[in-house]
């Protein structure tokens, strides 16, 4: 226990001094700690004491990035500190700790191992081949590619649900004007979020919801209605509208209760970008007295049939009735599990790192059966090697470094 003073002397807190010595802090540096009573006023004049006897407020994540190059953390486990505290959910706080103690990393350094072991014996072979190391013969080589695929592909599943823990999904809902869109915007968020009423067009700009379904984050997007017309600022609603669905997870289209999509319908169904999911929901069911339900859809043009979760729903967004098919459709679209179990948090850079490394050895298999060349298998196993040590931060570019840590809170 002790005083704080300011430069002339006068006591600005009392508080504790803890002192941490190299290399037993988070850094892995000497570290002084000093606690205050807390508030935003006493913490200011300490902070600005601090300063001037030669201090300086840390940058963005600085702390964590000391921690990773003095070999304390790895970058997953950095990163997982930001995502930690940035949880929402209960799971993604899990998630988050599991990553935070190494669980992920474990998994991507035990991968990085049998690929280093693969690559020394393929390329071993190639610069020795008086060895008589028949690699081409080796019936084994082809076995362990199957079983390297097939660990990523575990990997990369747990991973898939971190990142919707993480992220979560961003769900637009699209639509003509005075189908219902602003009404399911509301009953999904519990509350009155969005103007409802009987003019078309009311909705004039994007409007955002974050809930939660079983701890699955969806970011909710309510658009303007999609029509030819209008004035200057419902063209600018309508424009926004579908920049919204260009980057959305997936697409409710929300129609009213009828049996086939109408022409404008269709119209906005072509116009959507190629592979967005897409759902189409049949809204105000009560004034047909009609049943709820979730079917694969049948409506739509052949050459919609491919995008994924295509499906139809019959729901009111006035009473509620069927909103528990579209909450479990929406966890089904995202590929959401309800345990959390062998999941860690992960980011889309981690995403696309483990998609990388699958393809170099599905590529170096591929070269294997049909060129039989150990040089080309060589390179992809470099390749996936590379690609999954990024996520760890064992291959990483400055610039990588960079990009990361900045995004952390002020000094985390």
Not at 3 to 32: K, R, W
Not at 283 to 300: C, F, Q, T, Y
Not at 385 to 394: F, P, R, V
Request: proline share 4%.
């Amino acid at each position: 226990m002790g005083t704080f003073y300011d430069t002339y002397g006068g006591a600005i807190d009392n508080g504790v001094a803890l002192y941490f010595p190299a290399p037993h802090s988070f850094t892995g540096e000497d570290i002084l700690e000093l606690q205050g009573h807390g508030g935003p006023v006493v913490m200011d004049m300490l902070v600005k004491r601090v300063i001037e006897l030669g201090g300086r407020h840390a940058r963005p994540g600085e702390f964590s990035e000391r921690a990773f190059l003095n070999n304390k953390l790895d970058l997953a486990q950095a990163e997982a500190i930001a995502d930690l505290i940035a949880s929402g959910t209960e799971q993604a706080a899990k998630a988050a700790l599991r990553s935070l103690q190494g669980e992920f990393s474990a998994r991507i350094y035990a991968l990085v191992e049998k690929v280093i072991a693969l690559r020394s014996y393929i390329e071993a072979a190639i610069d020795f081949p008086d060895d008589e190391v028949d690699f081409l013969a080796d019936s084994s080589v082809t076995a362990r590619l199957d079983e390297l695929s097939g660990e990523i592909a575990i990997v990369l599943n747990g991973a898939r649900q971190g990142n919707l823990l993480t992220e979560g999904m961003s769900v637009v809902v699209a639509g003509k004007p005075n189908a219902g869109k602003s009404s399911l915007l509301n009953r999904l968020a519990g509350r009155e979020a969005a103007i409802v009423t009987e003019i078309p067009g009311t909705t004039r700009d994007v409007l955002r919801e974050h809930i939660h379904i079983d701890g699955l984050p969806l970011h909710i997007v309510d658009t303007a209605g999609l029509r030819e017309g209008g004035d200057l600022v419902e063209q600018e609603g309508i424009r926004r509208a579908w920049n919204e669905i260009a980057s959305a997870d997936i697409v409710l289209l929300v129609t009213e209760n009828q049996a086939v999509l109408d022409e404008q319908e269709r119209a906005i169904v072509k116009q959507l970008p190629p592979g967005v999911p897409l759902t189409i929901v049949h809204n105000k069911i009560d004034l047909a007295e009609r049943e709820p339900a979730l079917v694969a859809s049948g409506i739509l043009p052949p050459a919609t049939l491919v995008r994924p979760c295509t499906s139809e729903i019959w729901l009111s967004a006035k009473t509620g009735v069927g909103l528990d098919l579209l909450r479990v459709h929406l966890k089904q679209c995202a590929g959401y599990q309800d345990t959390i179990e062998g999941i860690f948090s992960a980011r889309r850079r981690h995403l696309d790192a483990l998609y990388r490394a699958q393809d170099a050895i599905l590529t170096g298999q591929r070269q294997l059966q049909e060129t039989r060349a150990g040089e080309l298998l060589a390179e992809e196993l470099r390749q996936a090697q590379n690609a999954l040590a990024e996520i760890t931060g064992k291959f990483s570019s400055e610039d990588l470094l960079g990009r990361i840590f900045s995004s952390f809170c002020i000094g985390k």
